[in-house]
């Protein structure tokens, strides 16, 4: 069965970077873009971007531009988010999702993680 | 960005209920709309992809509809195990961005 393991949670301080993982499993990992989302308490999902682990092609939002990077390792079947420059309105849940094409129709996130917390704290 | 919509933003409703959630989006965005349920504590779910397509082993009691700018959510007959917040999210344009969510609480 298709899942989506995260590792990497913790408490980071103000400026410093945070990576986190995403172990596919199930599914044949090149051929599914995987996402990353979070949500900070309370509020509501957030698209950070995304990376097609056959090509390595990434894209993302706007407002993470510079400070989100995110990668993948065909090997193990991993994708990785390293955000970096934290700040305490970081602090959020962060989740990997697998995301297909349904023709031209549309495109959607089918399988999450488990969702990993991010504390910023001085 | 395209802005994505939700109303209403909580709702009080009963089991055996119809209740209707409402998403516009900013501009078109023909039928690239999904819906996603949400308990807390867990990841996202998704219910309906391609505005209208039920997603495997997702209740047919969950219906979507709409294109352009205009859809809706329905569940025929609330069940207790869907007391939970409800997504609309645009995958027409990146960023894909999502509603507010909908808050769907037991009267």
New interface residues.
Partial sequence: QVQLVQFGAGVKKPGASVKVSCKASGYTFSNYEI?W?RQATGQ????MGWVSPHSGNT?Y???FQGRVTITRNTSTSTAYMELSGLRSDDTAVY?C?RATY?GS??????Y????TLVTVSS | DIQMTQSPSSLSASVGDRVTITCRAGQSISTYLNWYQQTPGKAPKLLIFAASRLQSEVPSRFSGSGSGTDFTLTISSLQPEDFATYYCQQSYSTPYTFGLGTRLEIK
Avoid: H, S
Avoid at chain 1, 112 to 115: A, C, E, T
């Fill in positions: 996402n989302v509501g999902l957030e698209w894209a939002a706007q407002k989740y999702a349904y129709a549309t495109y959607y996130f089918d999450w993680g488990q969702g």
